[in-house]
């Protein structure tokens, strides 16, 4: 997992936020992450499809936690922390900080080279 870009490191984690948001609303048996120690971005999410039987179930989560990483990679660090601490993902400010910018940035060359 060292060898992964910040950019797949951040929407891997945003990803790991996403899916425990959805599997915490739809998922009744889903139950946050207590062991940070040793955390993976995308591990969360890849734990929680391994052990995913019901396939509907699966569908669901997945096509709601794609939507909340578009939602989520809008959103500035003090909230994107919030939601982290929220659902279980470790994440500090530090790096909250650098998702929120990592992505606003994109969002920015996008808009100038648009123009």
């Known amino acids: 997992m060292d060898s992964m870009t910040k950019n797949q490191q951040f929407h891997l984690i945003l990803a790991d936020i996403a899916t425990a948001m959805a599997a915490g609303i739809m998922d009744n048996a889903y139950r946050k992450t207590a062991d940070t120690a040793g955390y993976q971005p995308g591990s969360i999410r890849d734990d929680w499809l391994r052990h995913s039987t019901d396939k509907a179930l699966n569908q669901r989560v997945t096509a709601l ?51």
């Open 65 to 115: 936690a794609n939507a909340g990483i578009a939602s989520l990679s809008n959103l500035p660090a003090s909230a994107l922390l919030d939601k982290a601490e929220r659902f279980g993902v470790p994440l500090d400010m530090a790096l909250a900080q650098e998702i929120a910018t990592h992505f606003k940035e994109k969002r920015e060359a996008v808009l100038t080279y648009n123009r």
